[in-house]
């Protein structure tokens, strides 16, 4: 009897782990946002029309815009440029969808684009809160982390994502729609306890 509760109870549990809930989809809010930008960007890309893929990428943008505030969200934290003053750093929160923060304009704009910019139009960032730069020296890359903090918004600036750019092509505006990532100011940080 108690070999037939350990081969069942064990199998549960295998089978329990096949069909776990993948991190982002733990979060009501988390799962709105990406269920929202996926509605938003089959319809286009299935249509192969450029005006309509431009809108989807506009509406996407309008989205996070929208979503504002997030907290307790799950992500997989794969990349960190700089150092401690000037780091940038990018998080996956679902699939091919990411989030940008950084504390540094030359991080985040490389070469012509960074002379689209005036300097004094918007305050410089940090787009992560001196808590969140603690928490990111104990995390590694690859390690699924729970943030908190603001869509779109550096350090209360009036930062638009790189897709809004003046001139985006149809191709530039499909790539968004399949990787989207948007610039967001991240408050907290922390290493996930669930795996």
């Known amino acids: 009897m108690k070999r037939r509760a350990i081969l069942f109870g064990g199998a549960g549990l295998v089978l329990g782990g096949c069909f776990d809930r993948p991190c982002h989809e733990r979060n009501p809010e988390q799962k709105a946002f990406l269920d929202g930008l996926q509605a938003l960007a089959k319809p286009a890309l299935a249509s192969s029309n450029p005006l309509q893929i431009e809108e989807a990428a506009k509406q996407s943008i309008a989205l996070a815009g929208k979503t504002g505030v997030f907290t307790d969200w799950c992500g997989t934290l794969t990349k960190i440029e700089g150092n401690a003053q000037d780091v940038a750093l990018t998080i996956d929160i679902g699939r091919q969808v990411s989030l940008y923060a950084f504390n540094d304009w030359a991080l985040a704009f490389a070469g012509s684009v960074a002379d ?63 990787t989207p990532r948007f610039v967001a100011r991240i408050e907290a940080l922390a290493a996930s306890k669930q795996k």
């Open 116 to 178: 689209l910019f005036t300097r004094s139009r918007a305050t410089p960032p940090p787009g992560l809160s001196e808590a969140a730069i603690t928490a990111l020296k104990t995390l590694r890359l690859g390690e699924r982390v729970m943030l908190s903090g603001r869509m779109g918004e550096i350090a209360g600036s009036g930062l638009f994502d790189l897709s809004r750019l003046l001139g985006k092509s149809a191709a530039e505006h499909r790539q968004f729609l399949q």
